[in-house]
């Protein structure tokens, strides 16, 4: 009796072994995920442009002829500033490259004075400098 129980025991390990080398490798290792790699890597290129779009949007405004005379007067070194940019993290960033798009298309639109720019861009720059120092 106890050599019967042996013995299918063998026969059940070796037909165990020849169904696991009969199945292709990939059915078993294969997993479904939630996210595709080329999802996750066409998010992270979109986050990137993001970003890189918003450090843009905040140098130009800082580059216009009214944030450099502001910044001259505030005796704030515009090169140091427009190089923090890329220190802020994403959230910081988009928020400042926000309100640094609406305060062009008011200016442009007459709704801010040179003075209320000015004012803008070194509380921009002030803003910039504070996170840049504090981290």
Not at 3 to 19: D, G, I, L, M, P
Not at 41 to 66: D, G, I, P, Y
Not at 88 to 107: G, K, Y
């Amino acid at each position: 009796m106890l050599f019967v129980r042996r013995e299918c025991k063998t026969n059940c390990f070796a037909w165990a072994v020849v169904a696991l080398c009969l199945i292709p490798s990939g059915m078993i290792a294969e997993t479904a995920h939630v996210v595709s790699p080329s999802e996750l890597l066409n998010q992270a290129a979109r986050t990137s442009q993001l970003r890189q779009q918003n450090v843009e949007t905040v140098r130009k405004f800082l580059s216009t002829a009214t944030a450099s005379e502001a910044l001259a007067q505030a005796h704030l070194d515009a090169q140091r500033v427009k190089n923090a940019v890329a220190q802020l993290d994403d959230q910081e960033l988009a928020q400042l490259a926000t309100r640094a798009d609406r305060a062009q298309r008011d200016f442009a639109a007459g709704y801010l004075t040179t003075r209320d720019i000015a004012l803008i861009i070194l509380g921009v720059a002030l803003i910039i400098l504070l996170i840049v120092v504090l981290r």
